[in-house]
Every structure is written in structure tokens, then in C-alpha cells.
């Protein structure tokens, strides 16, 4: 099997058989196969697309490149909820905490920061002692005890997807459909969940732009954890303006507790609640209705945020900045926009928002960059919010003060100003189970 027969083959539209698939990834990940040839079959595959059965094939192939998580000593239906991606999402943060105060569990294996989207491993590496590096031994045991631990994915886990996306992410083939699913699933099925659910999103901070392109991603994710015997379920929520207000490491855990005391911004609370009790009824908790109810009695009780507490201190990290969030220290330079006119926010390019708050330090642009945990903004008006000339619109924090200038002009260019209030856009547009 030559590789340049396989370039050709799906060059000119025709469907790779599952032993090509695997022989493709198999020899990359031993370093048999050179970046340019698998360059050319990523842009072939961009424009060429999968098929459902190719798809699937190279989503087992990424699976099976590495080892696979055996967590068969840790006890409990085992759930997760993964994000596709956006800016100020830090939903992961809340969700694990409630379910886990409701008796499931979540051995959640977490990524960095990619391009202008956050990461939770880095968000929770802002809380002073927190170690998401616990070898297995220790993660089994934190979860064990406190039924959550969230930690980095191990190095050894479905290695080609790291090698690919290095590669995807300079040769800007990130945003293709078969290539995303297959990267997140094949991380997914290599770590060994029984619940999946998925939040896709769509918008222009999301690597689908369009609703019907994560419509159709959504359809191919849960399509292939299903072949592989997982239960799953995609929620396609709105990534067209930044979710909450905060956006950057230290800022986004404030948040994050905000919302586990019920005091958080309305559309991050809202959407927590949805993919929380979604992960409590593929887990047959009870009804959408009883599963929605349960996650309100764990906020309003304090056990959420107490099941939060418990994971931090597991993993050595200092639970009473979960309880007083001014110990968190701030940036250095702060700085407020403000809105240049009266009128309505009409339009965000949330992957610009992202962009202003990566230059201000809280996102790498190699993967070699050191983070600014403090750095970020804090959004007081967002889409569809009305202003007048001189509000303050934002807060910049950052602690390389020569950076400020550039971002608030990234973040100004981002929004666009209008004399009319814009369609209101849905948060969650679809559900696909
Ligand atoms: N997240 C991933 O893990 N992989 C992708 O390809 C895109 C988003």
C-alpha cells in the first residue's frame, strides 16, 4: 500500500477502506509516514470528505493508536460531556461538579487552550496547588473518594490525534467535519466512558460557523459513539457571542463559581443546567423534568459547590478559593473599553474576542507559549445589549501591559454596532439523541 496511491485515491473523491485508514495511522504514529504526505491527505480529506463508515474507521484508528483507559476499578456509571470548542466556556467546570453531587461519576480527562478557545485544564490550573497531572493510580483514587477528578490528557492516549492536530492546526484543515469528529471521538472512546454528551457549537467563535455544518457533526459524533456502544446525546448551542461574561483562566473559574452558587450570568447558567441534566438522563436518573429539578436542588443546597471544593482539595489544590474567590490574585494592568457610539451591540466575531484575549496572554499561540492565568476580559455588555457612547463595555486584565493596546483595538473590531436590537439567536438550537 504506497501512501501516494492513498493521496490520490481520496484526491479524486473515492472512499479509503478501513486497512488504509489504519495503515495511515499506524505508520504516522510511528513516524513512517513524513508530515507531507499526511498534509496532503488532510487538505484531500477537507475537500473530499468521509463517509460515515471511513469516518468511523479513522475515529477506531485514533482510538487504537495508543493505550486505552481501563477504568474498571472505579466505581460507578462513568459520565462525560465534551465541548467542541468555543470562547469563555467553562462550562465543564460546573457541569462535573453537579453530577457528581448527584451521584454519578466523572473521571474527565481535560485539554489546553487551542487556538483562540480556552482549555480546562488550564482555567483549573489557576487555583493555587491544583494538579491536573495525577498518574492513574491517583486519579483512580480521587475518584474513588470524591466520585470527579479532571486531569490532562495522558500522553500515551490516542497519540495520533496529537500528532495530527499539530499538524491540522498549520495547514488549516482543523474545521473538517470528519477530521473534528474523529479527533474528539477517537479521544472519547480511548478513555472509557458509558455516557456521552456532546456540546457542538455553532457561531462564529465555533469551528462550525454554520448551524446545519453542527447539526451534521453532532449527527456523526453521536452516530459513531453509538457503533462503538456508548449512549449519547449533542446539544448544538449558540457560540456566536462569548459564553458568560469572562474570558481567560483565572477569570473563568471565578465565574464557574458564580454559577455553582446559582449567581452566575444567565445563558452559562441555563446552558449548565441543560447539558448537566442531559448527563443525569442518559444516566436514567429520571425524566429530563426530574433530572432539570435535581440539578437545581444541588446549587440551591451548596452540595455542588461543596462536591467542587472536595475535587480541588483531592488534587491538591487550596479549597478555600472556592469559597472566597478574592483570594484569586488579579492582574497587574486593567484597562475599560468603551462602547464608541449609542446603539445596540448587534454582531460579536466571537473568534475575534478570543483572539484580543489570547494577545492579552490568556492563550498560547505555539504550543511552547507560557499562559497568564490572570490575564482575560470581562464582558459587561455583549450581543443584543443596549449602550451608550462612554459606557464601560469591558474590563482587559493582563500582566504584560504592552499588550493592552493591540487587544482592545482585536476586541473593538469585534463588535459591531447597530441602531436596532438584532434577532435574538436561540442558546441551544438543536438535540440530537
Ligand atoms: N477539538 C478536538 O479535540 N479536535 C478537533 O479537531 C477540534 C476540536
Do not use: W
Not at 469559597?323 to 462602547?339: R, W
Request: with cysteine.
Amino acid at each position: 500500500m504506497r501512501m501516494y496511491d492513498i493521496i490520490k485515491k481520496k484526491r479524486d473523491g473515492n472512499p479509503l477502506s478501513t486497512e488504509e485508514i489504519y495503515a495511515v495511522i499506524e505508520g504516522y504514529t510511528k513516524g513512517e509516514i513524513p508530515d507531507y504526505q499526511i498534509s496532503a491527505l488532510c487538505m484531500a480529506i477537507y475537500f473530499r470528505g468521509m463517509t460515515d463508515e471511513e469516518t468511523t474507521a479513522l475515529t477506531l484508528a485514533v482510538r487504537d493508536s495508543g493505550d486505552r483507559l481501563d477504568l474498571s476499578n472505579i466505581k460507578g456509571l462513568r459520565v462525560d460531556k465534551h465541548s467542541t470548542g468555543g470562547v469563555g466556556d467553562k462550562t465543564s467546570l460546573v457541569i462535573a461538579p453537579i453530577v457528581a453531587a448527584l451521584g454519578l461519576t466523572v473521571a474527565k480527562m481535560s485539554g489546553r487552550g487551542l487556538g483562540h478557545t480556552g482549555g480546562t485544564i488550564d482555567k483549573l490550573e489557576a487555583i493555587k496547588g491544583f494538579r491536573t497531572d495525577l498518574d492513574s493510580e491517583e486519579f483512580e483514587r480521587v475518584v474513588n473518594e470524591t466520585g470527579i477528578a479532571i486531569v490532562g490528557q495522558s500522553a500515551t492516549l490516542a497519540p495520533a490525534d496529537k500528532l495530527l492536530y499539530a499538524l491540522r492546526d498549520v495547514t488549516a484543515t482543523v474545521d473538517s467535519m470528519p477530521l473534528i469528529a474523529s479527533s474528539i471521538m477517537g479521544k472519547k472512546l480511548a478513555a472509557d466512558d458509558d455516557c456521552i454528551v456532546l456540546d457542538v457549537k455553532t457561531g462564529s467563535g465555533a469551528f462550525m460557523k454554520a448551524v446545519e455544518d453542527s447539526r451534521e457533526l453532532a449527527r456523526l459524533m453521536v452516530e459513531i459513539g453509538k457503533r462503538a456502544g456508548k449512549r449519547m446525546c449533542a446539544l448544538i448551542t449558540d457560540m456566536d457571542r462569548p459564553l458568560g461574561c469572562a474570558v481567560g483562566n483565572s477569570l473563568e473559574v471565578i465565574e464557574a463559581i458564580e454559577t455553582l452558587k446559582g449567581k452566575g450570568p444567565r445563558d452559562l447558567t441555563e446552558l449548565c443546567i441543560a447539558l448537566a441534566a442531559h448527563m443525569l438522563t442518559l444516566a436514567e436518573k429520571g425524566s429530563y423534568e426530574e433530572c432539570e429539578q435535581m440539578v437545581h436542588r444541588v446549587i440551591d443546597s451548596g452540595e455542588a459547590l461543596d462536591a467542587f471544593a472536595r475535587m480541588v482539595k483531592a488534587q491538591g489544590g487550596d479549597p478555600a478559593y472556592i469559597y472566597d474567590p478574592s483570594l484569586f490574585s488579579t492582574a497587574q494592568y486593567q484597562k475599560e473599553i468603551l462602547s464608541p457610539v449609542d446603539g445596540y451591540i448587534s454582531l460579536m466575531n466571537t473568534e475575534q474576542c478570543g483572539v484580543a484575549s489570547l494577545l492579552l496572554g490568556a492563550g498560547r499561540n505555539t504550543k511552547e507559549d507560557e499562559i497568564d492565568l490572570e490575564a482575560g476580559i470581562r464582558l459587561l455588555a455583549k450581543t443584543g445589549d443596549r449602550v451608550k457612547k462612554g459606557d464601560v463595555i469591558a474590563f482587559l486584565y493582563t500582566n504584560r501591559q504592552a499588550t493592552l493596546e493591540a487587544a482592545e483595538k482585536t476586541l473593538l473590531e469585534s463588535i459591531t454596532f447597530g441602531d436596532t436590537a438584532p434577532e435574538p439567536r436561540p442558546l441551544i438550537f438543536d438535540i440530537i439523541a
